[in-house]
């Protein structure tokens, strides 16, 4: 009696508000809905969103923009944050002090990550505008400019979360034997041999883990984009949640806007599929 | 004497590091205290003026204080509705007889909701709330946020839950505890740690949520966030207001970031090391 009281509160939290959402969008996704009067009045379509939605190269754009986005923003946070780790993790002084200071973009809102760099990108009063000027170089439009601008909203995103990354890796390194390194230093191993054959291979199962985690969070990228570039220009910077977005609120268009989040949640199912089954194989090998 | 070079060399890394974290927030906040005329001719030097955030907080074209409200009761909410589903829910899966394939799957469908983008899920609730006309409700940007937490929330703990003693548990069921007394005079303050990371990460994650409060909220139920980007959507892109904005709504981290910063670490970094 005890075993279902305790779990209900998160299963109705897991099914009733998590499972059938996702359930309503699949149902959505075979009809064409218009709101009328504060009602709804549906008509189904079949499998035309679907057919659409294949012949879409504004989806297939935002679609190819997301993993772009995704594996370069993550990859400039890992090096960055290992990089600052292995710097923090050698002081021994301020650690905390540091520490505290690192994470403070992780906890500020997207919106207002955005808002900041909104004003530090503008091209006639931003900071970075006025940095580069100073120093004789040409100023840059990085939001205007489609074919820079995905770059700066991948630049955002690295100043965004490279702290996350850097908090994981110093926790990691913290947790590392000593005894190891001490070894290596009476068999007289340099900087670089201590790295490449004692840190790394010690540190890998934290870094896939963080990899994994950060890769996941980057393909719901929604808020920064919303503000810097609004999808733009042209179809630059178009992302998947950013394209739902448009689809299902602003145009109004839910039946399609759901088709294009049922494929969306398909993709990443069957990145978790290949990623699990890539796991199984190492651990095989 | 290498070893005090050394130590300084790093330092100085570190500090110039700090400063590309720091040096953006403090452009922004002084942003805030210009004028709009002020910003835009670029000058270094500038006479603050407290106008931005007058305006931001106090004039009719603004609601921020009214956002504000509405931020700290969804977080506050969704956070306490978050924590009970998630610890009581974690002691039942982890620590009570369930069948394995079972556990599993609701684990495993906790993953999965955690990696579907939340506009897609915003889509589903927002069909949803209109049917049961919890559209333009804080209750039902609670119940949202609740659930875009509760993953994060019931991995968390379950790390904490499988930590505490069968002993213990076992001492306690020979005393003759029924299992809400055990759950709130045994396991609770065992698993505070976990309780408190969790519910601050919670509060921050629900504060700084957008997509689904953009989607779900009407002009009375907007929160923080949503107000902040209605300034840059503006016909004219009100920046200093943004600024200001912006400035006053990083507060709520800054403070937890003060006073709570252990549990944050912990929580932020836990299961990557375990």
Redesign the interface.
């Known amino acids: 009696m005890w075993r279902w009281a305790t779990l209900s509160p998160a299963l109705v939290l897991l099914l009733a508000l998590g499972l059938l959402p996702v359930l309503n969008l699949v149902v959505l996704g075979f009809f064409d809905v218009r709101w009328a009067d504060g009602r709804a009045s549906w008509s189904f379509v079949g499998t035309r969103h679907y057919a659409a939605l294949a012949g879409d190269a504004l989806f297939g754009a935002s679609i190819a923009n997301t993993m772009l986005f995704a594996l370069g923003a993550v990859a400039g946070q890992m090096l960055l944050g290992f990089a600052l780790a292995l710097l923090c993790s050698k002081v021994t002084r301020g650690r905390v002090f540091w520490r505290a200071l690192f994470i403070l973009p992780v906890l500020m809102p997207g919106i207002v990550i955005g808002a900041m760099w909104k004003l530090l990108l503008n091209p006639d009063f931003g900071a970075i505008g006025q940095l580069f000027e100073l120093v004789g170089l040409q100023p840059v439009d990085w939001l205007g400019n489609a074919r820079i601008a995905l770059f700066s909203v991948v630049l955002v995103d690295v100043w965004h979360w490279t702290p996350f990354c850097f908090l994981l890796f110093l926790a990691g390194l913290e947790s590392l034997p000593r005894d190891v390194y001490e070894a290596a230093t009476v068999d007289g191993a340099d900087a670089w041999q201590e790295l490449w054959h004692i840190t790394l291979p010690l540190m890998w199962p934290t870094i896939v883990v963080t990899f994994v985690f950060r890769l996941v969070l980057a393909f719901k990228v929604f808020d920064e984009v919303y503000l810097l570039t609004g999808g733009g220009p042209g179809t630059a910077t178009e992302v998947v949640s950013f394209t739902i977005y448009q689809r299902f609120f602003t145009e109004d268009r839910a039946g399609y806007g759901a088709a294009m989040a049922v494929a969306v949640i398909f993709l990443i199912f069957l990145m978790l599929a290949a990623a699990a089954a890539a796991r199984r194989r190492v651990q095989a090998a | 004497m290498r070893a005090l070079r050394?130590?300084v060399v790093?330092?100085v890394?570190?500090l110039l590091?700090?400063l590309?974290?720091?040096?953006?927030?403090l452009?922004?906040v002084a942003?805030g205290f210009r004028t709009q005329i002020s910003?835009?001719?670029?000058d270094?030097w500038f006479t603050p003026s407290l106008a931005a955030f007058q305006e931001v907080l106090f004039s009719k074209t603004s609601a921020f204080l009214h956002n504000a409200r509405n931020s700290v009761i969804i977080g506050l909410a969704s956070t306490a509705?978050?924590l009970?589903?998630?610890t009581?829910?974690?002691?039942?899966?982890h620590r009570?007889?369930?069948p394995r394939w079972w556990v599993h799957l609701?684990l495993l469908?906790?993953l999965?909701?955690?990696?579907?983008?939340?506009?897609?899920?915003?889509?589903?609730?927002?069909?949803?709330a209109?049917g049961v006309g919890l559209d333009n409700t804080l209750i039902g940007l609670i119940?949202?946020h609740?659930?875009l937490n509760?993953p994060m929330a019931?991995w968390m703990m379950g790390v904490f839950v499988r930590d505490v003693p069968q002993d213990l548990v076992e001492a306690a069921r020979l005393d003759g505890a029924s299992?809400p007394v055990l759950?709130w005079r045994v396991v609770l303050p065992l698993v505070a740690p976990g309780f408190a990371a969790a519910g601050v990460l919670c509060f921050?994650f629900s504060?700084?949520?957008?997509?689904v409060a953009?989607?779900l909220s009407m002009r009375d139920t907007a929160t923080?966030?949503v107000a902040?980007?209605k300034?840059?959507q503006d016909f004219e892109i009100r920046?200093v207001q943004?600024?200001a904005?912006?400035s006053l709504?990083?507060i709520p981290?800054?403070l937890?970031?003060l006073v709570a910063?252990r549990w944050?670490?912990k929580g932020?970094?836990l299961?990557?090391?375990k």
């Open positions: 050394r130590e790093l330092q890394l570190l590091c700090g590309v974290v720091v040096l953006p927030f452009w922004v942003a910003l835009l001719m670029g270094f509705v978050s009970v589903a998630a009581l829910g974690a002691w039942s899966l009570m007889r369930w609701l469908w906790a999965v909701l955690q990696m579907i983008p939340p506009v897609a899920l915003a889509g589903g609730w927002f069909v949803m209109r119940l949202a609740a659930t509760l019931l299992t759950l921050v504060w700084n949520e957008f997509a953009l989607n923080v966030p902040i980007a300034f840059a920046y943004m600024a904005a912006a709504s990083a981290a800054l937890l970031l910063q944050i670490v932020l970094t299961g990557a090391v």
